[in-house]
């Protein structure tokens, strides 16, 4: 048994530890992060891992067994390091952005006046679009505006991207947040129904 607590991790820890990790980032490539869901992914999950690699690497220790291959216990720290580089950087959303702007820009084009509500979702993008409009300011659609209301696998939340054409989108209010993401983009977080 302390044989097995004293070897590098293995395949199955790594893979343990590399699909919560990416699941992380992909939380993380949205406008408004899941935060919730990230922080309990952390405590319950990545947490215990974490502790387990600390516990393995202290019994290596004692037992003088670090120094064999040293590389094989420098892969988990190097995954958790990339993704909290990752995330402090927002990487995973300007990378995500970046790829699907060409194709938001082409959809927004076509909203215009038309409202898209309980059509099916469709993928613009890397970003599955669920409904479109054009946003409103004072009961008055913005011309050339377009809101995509974005739908995330297993996970519901009320948000999207709103374009304007000009400026900013009108002041948040209790229900809307917006923050500017590029250009003449910007993300939105609606009230989730709590």
Known sequence: MISMITKPPGWIFLIG???PCLLVLYWASVPFWYDI???????????PLVLIYIGRLIAASLEGQVNGRPWRWLVAPLIVLAVILALVTNAPFHLR???????????????????RFGAPCEWVGLYRVCSSAPHYVESEPVPGSAYLGTEEW???SNTGFLMVPHGEPEAETIDDEYRHVGGRWFGHHGWDKW
């Open 17 to 19: 530890l590399l699909a």
């Open 37 to 47: 869901e990230m922080f309990l992914l952390g405590v319950f999950v990545l947490g």
């Open 97 to 115: 952005f970046a790829i699907s702007l060409p194709e938001m820009e082409a959809y927004a084009a076509t909203v215009k006046e038309q409202s």
């Open 154 to 156: 297993a996970i519901h």
